[in-house]
Structure formats: C-alpha cells, structure tokens
Nanobody, 115 residues
C-alpha cells in the first residue's frame, strides 16, 4: 500500500525558506517520479515540481531558481526546498506519485507566507 506523508510546512515571512519532506512507503522511490503540487485558498491544485526517477528535475516557471527537489533513497523520502518564498506561495503542498496505475496523494502540509 502506497503511503505519502508530507511535513515541514509552517509560517514564514516573504523571502524566507522552508524545506518540505515527503516520506514514502509501499513502493521503490528510485523507480517512480515524485511530484509536488500545491493548492492555494480558493484556487485549483497546480503542479509545482517533479523529481524524476532518473534524478532529473522540472518545475513550473514561477518557482524556477527558487524551488529545488531532492531525494534520499536510503530514507525513502523526497524533499522540496523552497527559497525566497513569496506571498503567492501560501498553499497546501502535496506530494503525488502514480504507482501501478493508481494516483496516490499525501494529506498535504500547509505553508503560509506572510509579513
């Protein structure tokens, strides 16, 4: 059974940094893309970044150069490092994987960016 558990959210001022974690189980993290999404209040969920199974990284243009993904294969954990956060970064952040044809989401972790 695939499980994803996000953590690391919190409140930060504009320009600050946070690192989110996605602890995984039920699949081999090296064999699947790990995706990060966010959903701001009143808005649709949007894709933020992907750490591919080949260790490549892609992300949405408005976080380019500020958000970085990584994985610790020994800990079965993926990370989203977020630097120079802006107020539009306020959202619930989720990790997502597609494993054996099934969509799996974590419960999310809330990030609030405010002065």
């Amino acid at each position: 059974q695939v499980q994803l558990v996000e953590s690391g959210g919190g409140s930060v001022q504009p320009g600050g940094s946070l690192t989110l974690s996605c602890a995984t189980s039920g699949f081999t993290i090296t064999k699947y893309d790990i995706n990060w999404f966010r959903q701001a209040p009143g808005k649709e969920r949007e894709w933020v970044a992907t750490k591919s199974r080949r260790d490549g990284t892609t992300n949405t243009p408005n976080v380019q150069g500020r958000f970085f993904t990584s994985k610790d294969n020994a800990k079965d954990t993926a990370y989203l490092q977020m630097n120079n956060l802006k107020t539009d970064g306020t959202a619930d952040y989720f990790c997502y994987v597609l494993v054996r044809g099934q969509n799996d989401w974590g419960q999310g972790t809330l990030v609030t960016v405010a002065a």
